[in-house]
């Protein structure tokens, strides 16, 4: 699977590009926008775009109206195609943000069952009890989205439901060449749509990429041989922004041993999960960490640990919460600040160069090797390759002691090779990758 040797850029779009809150029904040519991102995209080392909800809905995205067309605030359908084309040609796949388990007031199903009630022929597509009522006075109750009025739940069992979703997938696949799906709430979805999902798209298109997003529970519970290949890492993103904020990589390393570790009882251990620092539902990893220091050491470690790692649009130079709220003013043509160019873009593009290409980040067991509040050296290891990750989260120097199992590295980072005979200092608030000589 293609995704597992990538890494991912995600993009807010509505938001990125400028969109009004609501939307309007004025057609906009704004997701063109995001050719103008493709130099940084492709410098910084990323090869897959997520792309945060381009379904037509009510507002954020996620409360959907059609699924079968681009938001007009962001462009019409040959925008959204010119977009596809110039990715494509970059070398950047395309994956879309996908929300098949709620949608809007306004979604044409819902709509014939406000009209027609019992006798619509959607009844069914929802949750519905014709004796009850609701906030909007609609003579009957349906189950909510997470409680929300706006949001009617789809009767994912069925089979009509289904079918029109994967026709309507198919048309983003056949139409838009895209490349997967992330789907919104995944553990909320019923298993069997999952399934059906999976097996229509590799019928369609073999090696299309599906993850879903879980925030709690077992993770092998949607993603299987049969389901999804990935879902987000929750567990480890509130481990690593917490490891780094109390400087107590106890945290991270556990959660990692948990998951990937080399014992039997170790729960994820050879699949790939999507790793972030910060996403479009969390706060910014700039605004979380209390020394800014420490933002290298924490991309360093999204990177060398298990799993696909997610850049989140703005976050690869450091932006706070601050500066992007203050970039964006409601109701206008806002967009984030353009793509900047800094010591940590530059940074983060060495350590897409090196997991890219590296069996061991790849596809590699983990192992910790050191384990201090503030420091840490794990292993990861393939037939061909083996690394050292080594980690100082101090202000002061640190000297490692510990079995490298061989007498020299070399450190792909700056390119040196390392004496391990001569002793392991590491460096003030530093990151090494030691690639192990034989």
Known sequence: MWAYESVFYQMNVLRLCGAPDENDGILGHRILTIKDWIPHIKSLGADAVFLSPVFSSDSSGYEIRDYRAIDCRLGSREDFKEICRALHLA??????DGVFHQVSRNFFAFADVCSHREASPYADWFFVDFA???????????????GHPQLAM???????VVAYLLESIELWIEDF??????????????????????AFCDNLKPQFFLIGEMTHGDYNARMNDAMLHSVTNAESYKDLCASFQSLNLFQINRSL????????????????????????????????????KHLPLIYGMLFAMPGIPCIYCGSEWGITDEEDTASHVTGVDHRLLSPQQTGLTDFIARLAEIKKTSDALNYGSFRSVLLANRQCIFERK??????????????????????????????????????????????????SYWKMQN
Request: glycine fraction near 12%; proline fraction near 3%.
């Open 91 to 96: 070398g950047i796949r395309v994956v879309l």
């Open 132 to 146: 009850g009522d609701n906030d909007y006075q609609d003579g009957f109750s349906y189950e909510c989205g997470k």
């Open 154 to 160: 789809l009767n994912l069992q069925n089979q009509e």
């Open 177 to 198: 060449g895209i490349d997967g799906l992330c789907l919104d709430a995944a553990d909320e979805l019923d298993t069997g749509f999952v399934r059906s999902l999976r």
């Open 257 to 292: 041993l948990r998951q990937f570790g080399p014992d039997n009882w170790s729960m994820y251990k050879g699949a790939h999960l999507l790793s972030f620092a910060d996403n479009h539902r969390q706060n910014r990893i700039a605004s979380l960490l209390t020394d800014k």
């Open 382 to 431: 393939a037939d061909r390759e083996r690394l050292l990750i080594a980690i100082n989260a101090d202000g002061a120097p640190f000297d490692a002691h510990f079995d490298a199992g061989c007498g020299f590295a070399e450190e792909l980072l700056t390119g040196t090779m390392h004496n391990f005979k001569g002793g392991s200092i590491l460096p003030p608030c530093s990151v």
